[in-house]
């Protein structure tokens, strides 16, 4: 019996690879192409036009994007373990929502505390997700209505959002932005505050993913097993919710990641989580950086928010998903 | 082993049994029966720990139940719910999982951890399962695999919540026997059943709850027949028969037929 037997193994190796080469293109690729020894170029020479390119406009929209997108999707996968809902996500529920109000709050304070704009979202990003994770342990509603109350949390969120908005007017065209989201005006600083929270819970995510197997066998088994399942449960909340605000504090409300990717990586590596949460976070910044790409490209000189083209994208994957879900073999 | 006194069991501030005092022994299969919310699950799930205690003690080798820490409890008692999760894992997996509370920080197998998930395999006879994915196992294939789940974490006290409903009488059968051999390697079993033809043909000993919660008969199938309670707490007539072969065989019929 090997500890790690797997489906497409090989695909899963081959992931790190994709994402270089995905990295390199988002360097490359934008209204000012770069060849590849430009690029190269670019990143030893500090006085030639290919190294502000770089260091001001594509570095930190392509480490926004990797952060963003792995956060996203990892915090996803909590949510899907620790609510036990396949249909959960950090967008869905209105995790995202609450760290989109949390910086939000601070913005409008001061629009450049960009240290403290991180903090402000998980602290968002927490309230709601333990509010829904009350509502769902007090009723011990079903799984749709679970969905339902977090739609139902993010509408409150998003119009306590709008009032904010309309009492500091001069808010209003970052937060059409920010509301879409979108990684156009990154900043290097943004992404260094949100990475110091990321991070570390990337890292303690790793160090505790195991024990998501035996969440999954259910509240009940998982505490016969010996799992602390309230502590346990908590710390993944926390952890979910430190990813959504990192991510959503300098990209805005980015959807469907968090949703999709856990599904996209149980779909191609298996549901043990050993495999399938590092499997969300490559995947997830595979795909945001992609979508930033494609939205960049598409329609140059014109440029698409990353959060238009993934709502597409996104919500017709949302779509398979719910037709899916109902031939029972969603997992 | 494990220890009942002037128990009181109950959830949701209700309380369903009020005073429940039991000796468990090693290597018996005890089986509780009784109608319908009579507290036999509540009963299994408070010495599970799933539940609260209301009163009155539970002692593990002589220990006060709450006093053991979670991952110690689950070194010796494992429980088996009614409902679970069907997660889309292969069975071996599944089973691997029974030995959550043996492992250390890395959570990695050890070779005596594999010699018991093996062992455990082996014993629930689910050895031509193990790479199937429990999503694709029929009932009775998915219940052999939790089993051997529970028997992998290798405890003295197993609690089994219904173990054969919505079996056919072949996989609940099986499951019998399979609890049956958890015995005879000393394990004390607790169960409750439905069926009282299955508990009265495979117990070592039956504790009849009535629907108040109170334990009404407590001994061997026989001795449990001949106290005619099963009559007056079921509402039904019970006939003992006598096989050729010599076997004790117990029909349960409507009363006025």
Redesign the interface.
Known sequence: ?R?LSFPRQRLFRALPLLLLLVMAASLCLGSAGLSLSELYQGLRDPHSAAYRILFYARLPRMLGGLLAGASLAVSGALLQNVL?NSLAGPNVIGVNAGAGLGTLIVMSISPFAVQWMPMAAFFGALLTALLIYAVASISGASRTTLILAGVAISSIINAVSACIKTFFPELSLSYATFSVGSLANTTMDQVKWAAVYALPALLAVMLVR??M??L???E??A??????VRAYRFLLICLAAVLAGAAVSYGGLIGFVGLLVPHMA?MLF???HRIAVPASALLGAISLLLCDLLGRTLFAPFELHVGIVLSVIGGAGFIFLILKRKGG?L? | MIELRHLQTGFDGRVVSRDLSLRLEKGRLLTLIGPNGCGKTTLLRTLARALPARGGEILLDGQPLQSYRRRALALHVAYLPQSREVPDITAEALIAHGRFPHLGFSRRLSERDRIAVEDAIHLAGADGLRHKSLKTLSGGERQRVYLAMVIAQETGLVLLDEPGTYLDIGSRFEVMEIARRLCARGAAVVMTLHDLADAMAFSDRICLMDAEGVIRCDGSPGQVYDSGLLEQVFGVAVQRVTLPEGQTQYCFLPRHV
């Not at chain 1, 505490?223 to 602390?228: D, S, T, V």
């Open positions: 019996m500890d036990n195991h024990d197997n035996i999954a066998l259910g009940e088994t505490g016969a097993l010996g799992l602390p149980r298996g549901s043990d073999r997992s």
